[in-house]
């Protein structure tokens, strides 16, 4: 069990290469800002872009996972999701691609109802 109890907090494929892209992306525009360079702010924005674009494209492909309880032997980043042709629940990514949620997509589990309440 992790110090997160059954959560692996989403560490995936998808989830690190768009860190990493966005990071250097931030610190390029930074770079660009300090020292009074354009292209290297717009090369820096374009990073921060393809990020983005590298995430979805990595998660649709089933490289991301949605964070939440999993078992111990998908908590790996190397592990594809194989639920994710199907979609993910509340996803706006699998949303955004028209992937409905379907059955055999996991759902979020339900709070349960405060005592004495209907």
Not at 28 to 44: H, K, P, S, T
Not at 62 to 70: I, N
Request: glycine share 14%.
């Amino acid at each position: 069990m992790s110090a997160h109890g059954d959560v692996d907090l989403g560490h995936t494929l998808a989830g690190w290469t768009g860190t990493t892209l966005a990071g250097l992306g931030s610190a390029v525009a930074g770079a660009g800002i300090c020292l009074d360079r354009a292209w290297a702010l717009w090369l820096g924005a374009a990073l921060a872009v393809l990020a983005a674009a590298a995430t979805w494209t990595l998660h649709l492909t089933g490289w991301g996972k949605p964070s939440g309880p999993r078992p111990a032997d998908q908590w790996d980043w190397r592990v594809r999701d194989a639920g994710a042709a199907h979609g993910h629940p509340d996803c706006l990514g699998c949303r955004l691609a028209g992937r409905p949620v379907t059955a055999t997509a996991r759902p979020r589990p339900q709070p349960e109802p405060a005592p004495g309440r209907p």
